[in-house]
Antibody, heavy 118, light 112 residues
Framework: EVQLQESGPGLVKPSQSLSLTCSVT????????WGWIRKFPGNKMEWMGY???????SYNPSLKSRISITRDTSKNQFFLQLNSVTTEDTATYYC????????????WGPGTMVTVSS | DVVLTQTPPTLLATIGQSVSISCRSS???????????LNWLLQRTGQSPQPLIY???KLESGVPNRFSGSGSGTDFTLKISGVEAEDLGVYYC?????????FGGGTKLELK
């Protein structure tokens, strides 16, 4: 079965960069699409971006100048970097698989809470 | 960006009651290829979101058939025919037709 697991620091200082890793088992990231989604305190959810099976990326324009999604196919991992974070980036971050053509996130990681605070 | 408006924001139900959640889009979600990429997810407390329905009405594998989705264009509905305790949590609609992909604001289903 496909499994995803997020990892990274739980606390980041304002103006620094947030870096997370999504480790995937049971499926190759060279197929389909792999996304990052975050949930803010409260219920608001935001799609941040994805990296495709070929390595191409798409980002939410609200983040475009600060976000980068990359991958290491040898380790079957993909990564999120978000620069110049503020307290408004405090959220639970999820990685998920998106099925091409059908277009929905069918497998999700458990999520990792990131707090931006000095 | 496409705005998805979910109502009600909170839904109180008894076990066995049938309930519906509405998701209204600021733009038609009909893609030029003829598909409508509107999905429903459930997030139980302390868990990650799980998919329930994709392409408006197709049930994800393993999801009980008391869940059903319907709608077209800009108006969509998720129905639960007989709420069970395991159905409690926050429901989201999400669209993939237009970039950026967007979520509804969520509907919290609680026991009355």
């Amino acid at each position: 079965e496909v499994q995803l697991q997020e990892s990274g620091p739980g606390l980041v200082k304002p103006s620094q960069s947030l870096s997370l890793t999504c480790s995937v088992t049971g499926y190759s990231i060279t197929s389909n699409y792999w996304g990052w989604i975050r949930k803010f305190p409260g219920n608001k959810m935001e799609w941040m971006g994805y990296i495709s099976y070929s390595g191409s990326t798409s980002y939410n324009p609200s983040l475009k100048s600060r976000i980068s999604i990359t991958r290491d196919t040898s380790k079957n991992q993909f990564f999120l970097q978000l620069n110049s974070v503020t307290t408004e980036d405090t959220a639970t971050y999820y990685c998920a698989r998106c099925l091409a053509a059908i277009w929905y996130f069918d497998f999700w990681g458990p999520g990792t809470m990131v707090t931006v605070s000095s | 960006d496409v705005v998805l408006t979910q109502t009600p924001p909170t839904l109180l139900a008894t076990i066995g009651q049938s309930v519906s959640i509405s998701c209204r889009s600021s733009q038609s979600l009909l893609h030029s290829n003829g598909n409508t990429y509107l999905n429903w997810l459930l997030q139980r407390t302390g868990q990650s979101p799980q998919p329930l329905i994709y392409l408006v009405s197709k049930l994800e594998s393993g999801v009980p058939n008391r869940f059903s989705g319907s709608g077209s264009g800009t108006d969509f509905t998720l129905k639960i025919s007989g709420v069970e305790a395991e159905d409690l949590g926050v429901y989201y609609c999400m669209q993939f037709t237009h970039y950026p992909w967007t979520f509804g604001g969520g509907t919290k289903l609680e026991l009355k």
